[in-house]
């Protein structure tokens, strides 16, 4: 199994900045792709920016611009620097990664549990 391990939420005024960091670990596995998701009150959670092993990023289009997703593949961490924060902006945040057995080749998603980003004027 592949464990995620968030951190980085908070409240913030608009305007601000908060920087989310995601840890994958898991003996036996290779992370690949790695991303965030957002889930608001009422509505379904929905990808806020993704990253491949590579290093290429990709960004709903409600982000672009003010967020930035990085990963250290050395530390199986990936990062979501958000700035320029605005109220809907406030969700649960998700980290998501995904990884394949070295053994089996078996390809499977992961989820964290968790963090909130409460943007509040």
């Known amino acids: 199994q592949v464990q995620l391990v968030e951190s980085g939420g908070g409240l913030v005024q608009p305007g601000g900045s908060l920087r989310l960091s995601c840890a994958a670990s898991g003996s036996g596995y290779g992370i690949n792709d790695m991303g965030w998701y957002r889930q608001a009150p009422g509505k379904e959670r929905e990808l806020v920016a993704r990253?491949?092993?590579?290093?290429?990023?990709s960004y709903a289009n409600s982000v672009k611009g003010r967020f930035t997703v990085s990963r250290d593949n050395a530390k199986n961490t990936v990062y979501l620097q958000m700035n320029s924060l605005k109220p809907e902006d406030t969700a649960v945040y998700y980290c998501?990664?995904?990884?394949?057995?070295?053994?089996?080749?078996?390809?499977?998603?992961?989820w964290g549990q968790g963090t909130q980003v409460t943007v509040f004027s």
């Open positions: 998501n990664a995904a990884a394949v057995h070295f053994a089996t080749y078996r390809r499977n998603e992961y």
């Open positions: 990253i491949t092993i590579g290093g290429s990023p």
